[in-house]
C-alpha cells in the first residue's frame, strides 16, 4: 500500500466518515423534530448528485423495510388501523412506530449515499486508514485492515451492479464464494495523505454541538 499526498478535498476523509458515524447516531433519535431536521439536512447532497446510490440502496433494501413495516405495525398493542379486521388489522401505535423506524433507516441509507457520492473510494479508505491508526498499540495492522475493507468494497460495488437474474439460491452462493482478483485489484493501493485542519475541528464541534442539541430537544 502507497501514500500520495492530496489536499483537494474540502475536509479529511476522516472527518467525514466521523460526521457520517455522528449521523448515524442522530438518526436513533424519537423525536420526530429531530428526524425532519436531519432529513433536511441530508436533502441537498441527495439532490446534488446522491439520488441514483440512494435509490440503488432503497432498491437493495426493499424486502427489509417490507419486514420493518409487518413486524412493527403487529409488535404493538392498540386501536386497529382497520376496525372491520379488528386481530389481524396493524395497531395506529404499530404502524406509527414502523413508519418512524423506517425513515430511520432511509436517513441511514441516504447520508450514506451523500458519503458515497462525495468521496473517492480511495478517500474513504485513507479515511478509515487513519480512524484505524491508533489500533496498531492493540497489534492490528491499519493497513492490511483497510486493504481488507477494499476488497470488501469492491465486491459489494460488483455485486449490487450485477443485472443477471439469479435466484435465491444462485445470490445467496454469489454471496459466499471467494470473488476472483483482477489485474486491476492486484496493483498497489495507493492512499491519498492529507493533514487535519481548522475545518475539521470546526466540523467536528459542530457535529457534537449538533448531538447534543438533539438529544435535548
Request: with cysteine; aromatic share 10%; net charge positive.
Amino acid at each position: 500500500m502507497e501514500k500520495a499526498e492530496n489536499r483537494g478535498e474540502i475536509c479529511h476523509p476522516a472527518t467525514a466518515v466521523v460526521l457520517w458515524l455522528f449521523f448515524m447516531a442522530a438518526a436513533s433519535s424519537d423525536a420526530v423534530s429531530g428526524l425532519i431536521v436531519l432529513t433536511i439536512i441530508v436533502l441537498p447532497g441527495i439532490m446534488s448528485g446522491g439520488l441514483p446510490y440512494f435509490t440503488r440502496y432503497v432498491r437493495r433494501s426493499r424486502w427489509l423495510l417490507l419486514v420493518l413495516l409487518l413486524v412493527h405495525s403487529y409488535s404493538l398493542p392498540g386501536t386497529p388501523v382497520l376496525a372491520g379486521l379488528e386481530s389481524f388489522s396493524p395497531s395506529r401505535p404499530g404502524l406509527y412506530g414502523a413508519l418512524k423506524q423506517i425513515w430511520r433507516l432511509l436517513l441511514i441509507l441516504a447520508s450514506l449515499a451523500v458519503l458515497m457520492t462525495h468521496l473517492t473510494r480511495a478517500s474513504l479508505l485513507t479515511g478509515l486508514y487513519r480512524l484505524f491508526i491508533p489500533l496498531r498499540g492493540l497489534g492490528i495492522e491499519p493497513e492490511r485492515l483497510a486493504v481488507r475493507i477494499w476488497l470488501t468494497l469492491d465486491y459489494a460495488e460488483s455485486f449490487l451492479n450485477d443485472g443477471r437474474h439469479l435466484n435465491f439460491r444462485q445470490r445467496l452462493g454469489q454471496m459466499f464464494s471467494m470473488p476472483e482478483l483482477d489485474a486491476a485489484q492486484m496493483q498497489p493501493l495507493v492512499l491519498t495523505e492529507q493533514t487535519f485542519g481548522r475545518i475539521d475541528i470546526m466540523c467536528i464541534l459542530a457535529a457534537i454541538c449538533a448531538e447534543l442539541w438533539l438529544k435535548n430537544w
